[in-house]
């Protein structure tokens, strides 16, 4: 399971994904098709899933994850 469909299934379905960010589901799509979800909703589909799906798991290209000193 990728962290977009992690996501979706916390937050119950692409639909009500959607409507909580304010965009289409057919863009949450597109996000599951392509494996990639846009930089700018990646903090908060961090924040609706209450950190379960973190910036790291969504964009690791972006958000590297974090190494202990």
């Given at each position: 399971m990728s962290?977009?469909?992690k996501?979706?299934?916390i937050v119950g379905?692409?639909?009500e994904l959607a409507q909580k960010l304010g965009i289409t589901p057919?863009?949450?799509q597109q996000?599951?098709?392509s494996g990639c979800v846009p930089v700018?909703?990646?903090i908060a589909i961090e924040s609706l899933?209450?950190?379960q799906v973190t910036r790291h798991e969504l964009r690791p290209d972006i958000y590297p994850?974090?190494?202990?000193a």
């Open positions: 962290a977009i469909e996501a979706i299934s379905s692409q639909s057919q863009a949450v996000w599951v098709a700018r909703r990646v899933t209450g950190g994850k974090e190494v202990a």
